[in-house]
């Protein structure tokens, strides 16, 4: 019997695979991106107006041009509008072009929020086939945006927010766990006192919050402050250690249910307070412990290897901070505090709707 090796035995396999592109040759390797800058003025006042939340998303499409889905993301910034409500985003890349997926042509989706405005959302106009120019740009850079100041009861304004789901879902895709995760940080580090506070981090024998900071995460890969909390946070769900976040505070329980699992309630795993506790390394406890050798080990010219422990230790003190930090952000969440499971969807998809809307 003849065994056929190619694509040639499936001659509709190799039309649908040229399908699954649009203008794959076409498409650039990598991408990168112009700087943004703009400014947001009041519709009625003309005034510039200030802390003005600001999101840029770069979008990736997969699949052919007429039959596209989500792809995910290939960069996404934030920051908040100045005193004069000017607000920029840096030039990128090059970035390099994750198989199978491609920029259309209205990147970046700008998302501008403030409370009491209307939400506003802006892009390059959408055109029908694929701008496959390596280096994106934004019609609105350099121009002025106005924003109106919402008129209407609080329900209506609830209502006119809820076109925001669509937009931040973009972002942070359709997983029905913890969506809070990758939403972006909105400038929480930025508005924190190890940013706005100079001084703090001088008290801790380490230099001013600057990305030239560099120290290892708990995989050794070299991270900034920020990007050791953010990992942190994002590390602290790896299983099993999810099934520690849950806390019934009327009953005093843990997360019921998870044999051959014996969990621990929320506080108890991420503060450690009462006793030590088996398996756990990255508590408020342990963060302690981890600063507490960061500043006392001693280094010098003799005692070079002491330094790389150093360093871990604040590494660790880090991301310890973001794995604490995300269950203060569990223990905001309904579902986390009911003891209701919501890692998957169920049949009739009441839970994972009911963690994005709650």
């Known amino acids: 019997m003849k065994k056929f090796t190619s694509l040639s035995a499936c001659p509709l396999c190799f039309i649908a695979l040229l ?19 703009a400014w947001v003025l009041d519709s009625e006042t003309k005034e510039p107006l200030a802390d003005v ?104 304004y609830m209502n006119h927010l ?9 972002i942070v895709g359709y997983d029905k766990g913890c969506l809070w995760k990758k939403i972006p940080e909105l400038q929480a580090v930025n508005n924190s006192s190890i940013v706005k506070e100079p001084g703090l981090l001088k008290t801790l024998g380490l230099k001013k919050m600057q990305d030239d900071k560099i120290f290892p995460n708990s995989n050794n890969k070299r991270n900034t402050i920020r990007e050791l909390v953010r990992f942190g946070a994002r590390f602290e769900d790896d299983s099993p250690r999810f099934i520690n976040h849950f806390y019934d505070p009327l009953q005093n329980r843990p997360l019921q249910n998870v044999s051959p699992f014996n969990p621990e309630i929320s506080p108890d795993w991420a503060l450690e307070d009462n006793e030590e506790i088996g398996g756990q390394d990255y508590s408020y406890r342990n963060a302690l412990d981890y600063f507490y050798e960061a500043l006392t080990i001693p280094t010098g010219f003799l005692v070079k290897a002491d330094e790389k422990t150093r360093k871990e230790n604040f590494g660790r003190t880090f991301q310890t901070l973001g794995q604490v930090i995300h269950h203060i952000q569990d223990m905001a969440q309904p579902q986390h505090v009911r003891l209701d499971e919501h890692g998957k969807v169920r049949v009739n998809g009441f839970t994972g709707e009911f963690t994005w809307h709650v």
Request: proline share 8%.
């Open 19 to 37: 399908l699954l592109l649009p203008a794959c040759s076409d498409l650039p390797d990598q991408y990168s991106a112009e700087a943004v800058e």
């Open 162 to 170: 809820s076109s925001t789901d669509t937009s931040i879902r973009s």
């Open 53 to 156: 939340i600001v999101v840029a998303n770069w979008k990736l499409h997969a699949g052919s041009l007429d039959g596209r889905k989500p792809g995910g993301q290939l960069m996404v910034m934030e920051t908040v509008t100045d005193k004069d409500g000017r607000f920029s985003f840096p030039a990128w890349g090059p970035k390099r072009r994750p198989f199978n997926t491609f920029l259309h042509d209205s990147d970046p989706l700008i998302l501008l929020f403030k409370p009491g405005y209307e939400y506003e959302g802006l892009q390059n106009p959408l055109k029908s086939y694929v701008n496959n120019d390596p280096v994106r740009r934004s019609i609105w850079n350099g121009k002025t945006i106005e924003v109106q100041s919402f008129k209407g009861s609080l329900d209506s």
